[in-house]
């Protein structure tokens, strides 16, 4: 007689947890183990689980059943049907074939019926990581720190520290870094609990670009485990566990200048449309930036075709005069992620990297971005 187990849900509520354990499964896969969606049914209650061996994603839903089963289903094939459905009562029913580990998924609505291929596994037994470090966050606030960072990682596969964010834990701040080499961003927000002594871990800018997508709670909490190598994010019923980079990231402090003469105040605004604009003139990307006076003069030409642009802002400066270039994406990039109507913009030398931070009464560097200039025909 064939083993057969079911349990009943709606489209939609099974929709949500797999599409959130799906980020997890990579595109192409020659390992059959990760291009499933891992069902765990107990009464009442199915967790999934998708993972890629480096981070898994785990989330529970409510179904009706009182039976107990392991299965896995393709990811992509589950979730296709998924979507393609109307919100509708869904019965699934397993059935293993005999002396097996291979069985059927029968899937019943009010319209049709469905055959998927499964897979019976063991019971999914999760290594527990001994955690000693949680926190936890306004998930407003968390996700605000990753914004303001994550585009500044690098591609670079050769460079894997600088493919994720620097998270800096001291005192009750936590502090966000990323770099690629051109430009730099740190990021400082309050926690609510004191770290006496300092951490460092480095999370994958992926993993942390998946939590973007998926946070639909309150809060989120952090947890680091005790040998900083794996960090697991918890938010309402989201379970996100990931490796950490272990490689050590570059010493930042070091590229951060202290000794900027010159500074301009400007509404963010402005320099920004400003640099959309006139940086579309380019040939190569580059936009050049001359301040006399309390003018600030942006520039940029196309050579080959005859084209040009150039534009006057109304500024506060105080300094010599100065020419520098940027490539306009990075500076186009380090004022979007600027929220406050003023922004400062400290400068040394045409050759100096330059910061943008907000503009604030007090000496407040909660947000800083620096920018390395690029060399210009004068």
Same mark, same amino acid.
Do not use: W
């Given at each position: ?6 349990? &009943?849900t ?8 797999? /599409? ?19 069902l ?5 209650? #199915? &967790? ?27 990811? +992509? =094939? ?23 580990? %291979?069985? @059927?998924? !029968? *899937?019943s ?5 469905y ?23 306004? &998930?407003?606030?968390? #996700? ?11 591609v ?13 834990? $001291? ?10 080499? !051109?430009? =730099? ?38 947890? =680091? ?6 960090? +697991?994010f918890?938010?309402?019923?989201? @379970?996100?566990?990931?490796? #950490? ?14 000794? %900027?003469?010159?500074?301009?105040? *400007?509404?963010?605004? =402005? ?20 301040? $006399? ?9 196309? @050579? ?17 005069? *100065? ?11 380090? #004022?979007? !992620? ?20 907000? /503009?604030?009464?007090i000496?407040? /560097? ?5 920018v ?7």
């Open positions: 007689m064939l083993e057969q187990m079911k349990f &009943t709606s489209i939609r509520q099974l929709q949500d947890p797999v /599409n959130k354990v799906a980020q997890a499964i990579p595109a192409k896969t020659m390992d059959p183990r990760f291009e499933n969606v891992h765990s049914i107990a009464p009442g209650c #199915l &967790t999934l689980f998708g993972t890629d061996g480096e981070l898994s994603i785990t989330s529970k839903s409510d179904v009706d059943t009182v039976d107990s089963a392991n299965i896995g289903i393709n990811a +992509r =094939l589950l979730q296709d049907f998924l979507r393609s459905m109307y919100d509708t009562s869904v019965v699934f029913t397993i059935e293993r074939q005999e002396i097996s580990d %291979h069985g @059927i998924v !029968h *899937i609505t009010d319209k049709g019926k055959k998927i291929a499964c897979l019976f596994e063991s019971k999914m037994e999760k290594y527990e990581k001994n955690y000693d470090i949680s926190l936890e966050f306004q &998930t407003a606030e968390f #996700l605000d720190l990753i914004q303001k960072t994550i585009f500044a990682c690098s670079d596969g050769m460079r894997p520290a600088m493919m994720g964010i620097l998270f800096e834990l $001291e005192g009750n701040t936590i502090t966000g870094v990323s770099t690629d080499g !051109h430009r =730099l961003v740190r990021c400082r927000k309050s926690i609510s609990i004191d770290i006496p002594e300092k951490q460092k871990i480095v999370v994958p800018a992926r993993v942390l670009s998946i939590l973007q997508k998926l946070s639909q709670y309150e809060s989120i909490t952090m947890f =680091l485990d005790s040998d900083r190598r794996f960090v +697991r918890i938010s309402g019923n989201l @379970i996100l566990d990931a490796s #950490l980079i272990v490689e050590p990231y570059p010493n930042y402090d070091a590229v951060i200048p202290v000794e %900027h003469n010159k500074y301009a105040i *400007i509404e963010r605004s =402005l320099i920004y449309d400003s640099v959309r604009r006139v940086g579309r003139f380019s040939s190569i990307g580059d936009i050049k930036m001359v301040i $006399e006076g309390q003018i600030m003069k942006l520039s940029a030409e196309n @050579i080959n075709d005859g084209e040009a642009a150039q534009e006057e802002l109304p500024c506060m400066y105080s300094g010599e005069d *100065i020419i520098i270039g940027f490539n306009s994406k990075f500076i186009e990039a380090a #004022l979007a !992620h600027l929220d406050d109507k003023e922004i400062r913009i400290e400068l040394k030398s045409p050759t100096t990297a330059v910061i943008f931070k907000p /503009n604030l009464e000496e407040d /560097n909660r947000l800083i971005i620096l390395m200039p690029v060399r210009i025909n004068n």
